[in-house]
């Protein structure tokens, strides 16, 4: 396995990124799997590097890339892997393409079982570890903060919702 660092566009993005790639037992890296179109892409983009590379950014995620024998060369064996601006841009680009599709899944998904725009956006966040699960433990300041945290990304998605509910072109579905 290779350890590499990414920065993430958004806290949302970071925290679904760990949520699609959990870290393993007893790790803080986030074990990437090619069985996803954002790790292959992740995996295809690792550069290597003769020193470790400073990652700057607000959400940096750690990494733990498998070790694909086609992938490595002699270039890659016992290095430091990075990626450079245009590649964390693609993969920002992916990621955040694959939140939305999944979003709007499971968007589509709880209005066709009925639920309110609200409880499936909650759960939504919930499920997706966007937001502690529970504040219980919390102090008041760190409360507070999980709080305005889950209303703005309940607002975000709330938007999206919006968005997708306006895009779609219902052209042909009810004519008879």
């Not at 790790?27 to 590097?49: F, K, Q, Y």
């Not at 733990?64 to 024998?69: E, V």
């Not at 450079?84 to 079982?113: C, H, P, W």
């Amino acid at each position: 396995m290779y350890e590499v660092e990414l920065a993430v566009e958004s806290q949302m993005l970071a925290d679904y990124l760990r949520w699609i790639f959990p870290p393993g037992e007893g790790s803080a890296l986030c074990r990437v799997s090619i069985t996803r179109p954002v790790g292959a892409l992740m995996v295809a983009l690792a550069s290597p590097a003769l020193m470790r590379a400073q990652v700057s950014g607000d959400h940096v995620v750690q990494l733990d890339l498998p070790q694909l024998h086609r992938r490595i060369n002699s270039d890659q064996e016992n290095r430091w892997l990075y990626y450079d601006k245009s590649a964390t841009a693609k993969i920002n680009m992916v990621l955040g393409a694959e939140f939305d599709l999944e979003f709007a899944g499971y968007y589509r998904r709880g209005e066709q079982l009925g639920m309110r725009k609200m409880d499936i956006i909650d759960a939504f966040i919930l499920t997706r570890g966007l937001v502690a699960e529970t504040f219980d433990a919390l102090s008041k300041r760190v409360y507070r903060r999980e709080q305005r945290n889950q209303e703005k990304i309940r607002q975000r998605l709330l938007r999206r919702a919006y968005y997708i509910n306006e895009s779609i072109n219902y052209t042909g579905l009810f004519e008879k």
